[in-house]
């Protein structure tokens, strides 16, 4: 299996500019989230989705989007890039979110907004 | 809302020595689990605990659920240079559906 899979690897960006981040994984899990890592810091929840069709904000959805039209694939959008939303972004999911489930985690997307 | 804070930020080890790195938690959490990040990688499941008081070991990491839930701690015994990376824990609480709310972490710097 796969796992989780995440594109692209890398990504420079202009302020302004827009693009998404591309998350898949082939576990059939229902959970699914995003998290942003800035330097020497924790993982912060950028938003999440507990099934196909139903996503909601974590601590810091400003400034992103997020849909779930399969239970496969959960893409994050940046509209109007800022230099603020440089950061390694990763892609999780888990088979169940509120039990004795492991998050899995892609390999991340590392992103500068220059 | 719920806070989780990690202690040390920071810990040099001498290969061979113990440490212990500390999880706290503003609120009663219903589980936690640890995370452990080699430098450049990604976050890789280590473990969970559920149940108040709860030790789970594997071989030489010592995991700690406290008796009120609110706090956690990882023990390792003889660190060795594959130790390095940087541990995470992540509490969730009953109202929170999926949401963990991960530490700052503690990263690891092993010298021989």
């Known amino acids: 299996n796969a796992g989780v899979t995440q594109t692209p690897k890398f990504r420079i960006l202009k302020i302004g500019q827009s693009m998404t981040l591309q998350c898949t994984q082939d576990m059939n899990h229902n959970y699914m989230y995003w998290y942003r890592q800035d330097p020497g810091m924790g993982l912060k929840l950028i938003y999440y989705?507990?099934?196909?069709?139903?996503?909601d904000k974590g601590e810091v959805p400003n400034g992103y989007n997020v849909s779930r039209s399969t239970t496969e694939d959960f893409p994050l959008r940046l509209e109007l890039a800022a230099p603020s939303q440089t950061s390694v972004y990763f892609c999780a999911s888990s088979l169940l979110g509120y039990s004795n489930q492991p998050q899995h985690f892609g390999d991340g997307t590392r992103l500068s907004i220059l | 809302g719920q806070q989780v804070m990690q202690i040390p930020q920071y810990q040099h080890v001498q290969e061979g020595e113990d440490f212990t790195t500390y999880c706290n938690s503003s609120t009663t959490l219903s589980n936690i689990q640890w995370y452990k990040q080699r430098p450049g990688g990604h976050p890789v499941f280590l473990i969970q605990?559920?149940?108040?008081?709860e030790v789970k070991k594997q071989k030489r990491l010592t995991f700690q659920f406290g008796e009120a839930k609110k706090n956690s701690s990882l023990h390792i015994t003889a660190t060795q240079t594959t130790d390095v990376g940087t541990y995470f824990c992540a509490g969730l609480t009953t109202d929170s559906w999926g949401k963990f709310q991960f530490g700052a972490g503690t990263q690891v710097v092993v010298t021989p």
């Open positions: 989705s507990v099934g196909a069709g139903i996503t």
């Open positions: 605990l559920v149940k108040s008081g």
